[in-house]
């Protein structure tokens, strides 16, 4: 009798993840590149960039670069706001204080009593054009 085999045959192409430049990566993300762009720039799928973002250090580099690019539009944004720029001041408040600033109001149908409106449904059969 033969043994059991124990560790199961890896299938498909080799991994090109140890090849990738990590450095590369977080620029890319830094640039504002989706994981579909990333993926392509790459020539991995999708699902293969998913299965990198398994590894820590790949995915780091994805958040460190996601991370700086936020934060120079958060920059950008407040200088615009801080300047007058009225569209950079109203998305700003909305965002940092949505209690205070947004568009939407909520409005109930109750009336001054606090009730609420009650529906009836009524379902009424029709058989051979004649309701039951």
């Not at 001041?89 to 939407?104: E, G, H, S, T, V």
């Amino acid at each position: 009798m033969g043994q059991l085999e124990t560790e199961k045959k890896k299938t498909g192409r080799p991994s090109k993840l140890g090849k990738i430049d990590l450095a590369e990566v977080e620029r890319l993300a830094g640039l504002g590149l989706t994981d579909e762009e990333i993926a392509l720039v790459l020539d991995v799928a999708l699902s293969t960039l998913k299965v990198y973002k398994k590894n820590q250090e790949f995915l780091a580099a994805i958040k460190k670069g996601k991370t700086k690019a936020d934060a120079a539009v958060v920059s950008r944004l407040y200088k615009n706001a801080m300047e007058g720029d009225t569209t950079a001041q109203i998305f700003w408040l909305k965002n940092r204080q949505p209690d205070k600033w947004r568009d939407k109001r909520d409005i109930g149908l109750g009336g001054n009593s606090g009730e609420g409106i009650s529906l009836k449904i009524e379902v009424v059969k029709v058989k051979d054009g004649n309701q039951d």
